[in-house]
């Protein structure tokens, strides 16, 4: 069976490629940034999390790479070597995306949504009819902030947060009209917020909530220093007192998708949430800005009319700010019905977000690295 992954290099497919591997001999790296870099940034996240060396040394024979650029008709390829790759694959995953969520609708769509297009008509000419598992994200459910979503759901009445849910939520129409259209088996996997407490390093990809960190230790000093005289400056946050969001470590949810990957098929759309089986308080994330920025955090209905200085300059992730205000849930019933429960066993909590966060001046260590 010959499988190939886009996005192997983002944060979520170094894990789900270092868990393919476990189960192929040879990997097709769909390559954004050309293969000799790719394989250079695989070679040095297995190198950091730990993995064996006799695995690292393997990884030039086992992993064959196409240089590619989702953006462009073909992926950039002729017509020859598109038709060429497409006859030679059984799976695709799918992960590689423009995850910035308050990117221009423009630039995300181009990946998100053509990119995904381009990989169904890879999957449509392939003469195996490749199986397509398309990584999408929980958060298609959009600006809808409290209730139940379910996984066969698929609805935009409520709106978007920002234009990445969009995107994604477009990719998913794609994938489900292309199988309707085509007759074709496809998986879409739902991941909440992916996280992990491995350390950052300058050779990893980014955390997805580094964002936190970098404005605790960039400008933010010179605004809280100039209103504040020892004590730490009030920050109004606008939120829900009772809100929550879904943070799953990455790690488990590549292992988990690469599961759900091997179970047996509809042979329509099988779409799973693959989410962590408990949700993290508002009150962790105030917790985490707290520490990280210095400031005291006061969770608020709506941002103020009279902004301090420091909220004025606070807006700490355009479009992730709104997630403080959800309280819905995520239902998992098909994952868990196919797999059990799938606990991973690791508290997501202030110390363990922490902890993926803070740059450590020795190795890398953490649940993340084995
Ligand atoms: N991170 C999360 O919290 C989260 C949560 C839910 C769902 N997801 C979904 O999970 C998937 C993976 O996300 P991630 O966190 O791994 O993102 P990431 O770290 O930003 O990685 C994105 C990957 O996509 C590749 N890519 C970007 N533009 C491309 C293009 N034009 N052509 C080909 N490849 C391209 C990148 O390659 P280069 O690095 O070489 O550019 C990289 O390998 C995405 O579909 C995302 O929507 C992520």
Redesign the pocket.
């Known amino acids: 069976m010959h499988v190939a992954l ?8 170094l894990r789900l490629l270092r868990e393919l591997l476990t189960r192929h001999d040879s990997l097709t790296v ?1 390559a ?2 050309g293969g000799a870099c ?1 394989l250079r940034r695989i070679t040095r996240f297995m190198e950091l999390t730990g993995a064996p060396a006799s695995l690292v040394e393997e990884l030039p024979r086992r992993l064959r790479t196409v240089d ?4 462009r008709p073909r992926m950039g390829l002729s017509a020859d070597a598109f038709q060429e790759l497409a006859d030679e694959l059984d799976v695709i995953w799918h ?5 910035k969520l308050d990117d221009a609708l423009v630039n995300l769509r181009q ?1 998100n949504v053509e ?1 995904t297009r381009t990989v169904l008509e890879l999957a449509a000419v392939g003469v195996r009819k490749p199986v397509v598992h398309h ?1 999408s ?1 929980a ?1 298609v459910g959009g600006a809808r902030r409290d209730g139940v979503l379910y996984e066969d759901e698929l609805d935009d009445t409520h709106g978007f947060e920002n234009g990445y849910e969009q995107s ?1 939520y477009e990719a998913e129409v794609l994938v489900r009209e292309w199988s309707r259209v085509h007759g074709r088996p496809v998986v879409i996997m739902r ?1 909440g ?2 996280v992990t407490d491995l350390p950052p390093h300058p050779d990893l ?2 955390h ?1 909530m580094q964002f936190i960190r970098e404005a605790g230790q960039s400008w933010l000093p010179e605004v809280t220093g100039a209103m504040s005289h020892g004590n730490r400056p009030v920050l109004r946050m606008p939120g829900h007192p009772h809100g929550h969001l879904n943070l799953m470590p990455v790690e488990h949810a590549a292992a988990v998708m690469v599961q759900l990957a091997g179970m047996p098929s509809s042979g329509r759309v099988d779409t799973y949430h693959v989410v962590h089986e408990h949700d993290v308080s508002v009150d962790v994330m105030t917790a985490l800005t707290e520490r990280f920025m210095r400031v005291q955090v006061k969770i608020v209905d709506e941002a103020p009319e009279d902004p301090t200085p420091l909220e004025a300059a606070t807006d700490l992730y355009p479009g992730f700010m709104a997630y403080l205000k959800h309280r819905r849930r995520f239902d998992d019933t098909r994952v868990r019905t196919l797999l059990g429960p799938v606990s991973s066993g690791i508290r997501v909590g202030v110390e363990y977000l922490s902890s993926g966060l803070t740059t450590k001046a020795t190795a890398v260590s953490g649940t993340g690295a084995r």
């Open positions: 886009t996005g192997a290099t983002g944060f979520l497919g769909l954004h940034s790719a590619v650029d989702l953006g992960s590689a995306g423009n995850i990946v990119g990584i994200t958060f994604k991941p917020v992916l990809p980014r997805p």
